[in-house]
Each structure stands twice: as structure tokens, then as C-alpha cells.
């Protein structure tokens, strides 16, 4: 009888493959293109409104761009850059996913089904955004990784799967 049971608790335990649809490259590219849509577009208007307001501050009647400008507008993309940061990170950690995500039924869930620490989101993200700088590896492993893993999601130990 205890060997029954045992075959049935057995039975029961899924392994992760059959837990999940590992979500593929096209499905989470397009995700990222939707992200990149809302900072960008958010950079942009802001960008815009910086330039706008910079332009109509007393300079001195010269035609050159203000100094005033030229300060607020490297202050913005340095915040811009945060703000990309931290919209991952944020929304990795506290909804495990992004908009983009969201919008595909995606989910980024831990490859021991433990929640998403703020340390292992902050890892996924620095490993994609820094690892981006070598021909886009962390995302194009996606391609050849084993359950669709790119590097930066080996490194926090991750995976992307869709919601069923």
C-alpha cells in the first residue's frame, strides 16, 4: 500500500517541463519591441517637453541651444536610463513581467518555483542590458538555450513561460 501511494505522489510531481510552455524568441522579442514602444515614447515626450520649455527660457536672444538645455537634456537620458532599469527590474520583481509581457500571457517565474527575488531580478537585468552590448547574445541565446533560456536567464536562473 505504501508503495502505491509513493507511485501516486510520483504521478502527481510535475517535472517543469510538463509544468510549463517555455515562451520562444519571436513571442518575447515582440514583448520587448512593446516595452521599448512605452520607455522610449515616454523618453521622447519628455524630451520633447525639456527641449520646448528650454527653448523658451530668456537666454540672451542668441540662436545657440541654452546651456540650461543641453544640462537637462543629459540629466534626462541619464534618468531614462534608470527608468528602463528599473522598469524591468520592478516589474520582474513585483509582477513577474513587464507590460509587454503582459500583453502575450508571459511570465518570468523561477527555475525552482520560488518568487523572483529583488536579487535575482536586478542579476537578469544587468546580464541582458550589459550582455546587449555584444551583438545581443543574452537575447539570441534564446534560440539554441535549453527551455528557451537566454543568458540572462541561466545567469538568474529563470525561465519565460506562457500563462496557460
Excluded: C
Excluded at 510552455?21 to 512593446?34: D, H, S, V
Excluded at 518570468?108 to 546587449?132: C, K, Q, Y
Excluded at 536567464?153 to 500563462?163: G, H, K, S
Aim: hydrophobic share 50%; proline share 2%.
Amino acid at each position: 500500500m505504501a508503495t502505491s501511494a509513493k507511485m501516486a505522489a510520483k504521478k502527481e510531481t510535475k517535472t517543469s517541463d510538463e509544468k510549463y510552455e517555455y515562451a520562444g524568441f519571436w513571442i518575447r522579442l515582440a514583448a520587448k519591441i512593446i516595452d521599448l514602444l512605452i520607455t522610449w515614447g515616454l523618453f521622447l515626450l519628455m524630451l520633447v517637453a525639456v527641449v520646448v520649455a528650454g527653448y523658451s527660457l530668456p537666454y540672451g536672444g542668441t540662436t545657440d541651444i541654452p546651456a540650461a538645455v543641453v544640462i537637462l537634456v543629459i540629466l534626462l537620458y541619464f534618468a531614462f536610463i534608470v527608468f528602463t532599469w528599473a522598469y524591468d527590474i520592478v516589474g520582474v520583481k513585483v509582477y513577474g513581467r513587464t507590460i509587454g509581457k503582459k500583453l502575450f500571457r508571459l511570465k518570468v517565474v523561477s527555475t525552482n518555483d520560488e518568487p523572483i527575488t529583488w536579487g535575482r531580478s536586478i542579476l537578469r537585468a544587468l546580464v541582458f542590458n550589459l550582455g546587449n552590448n555584444f551583438f545581443y547574445l543574452p537575447a539570441l541565446w534564446i534560440i539554441w538555450g535549453k527551455k528557451k533560456q537566454g543568458l540572462h536567464d541561466l545567469a538568474a536562473n529563470t525561465y519565460v513561460v506562457r500563462e496557460k
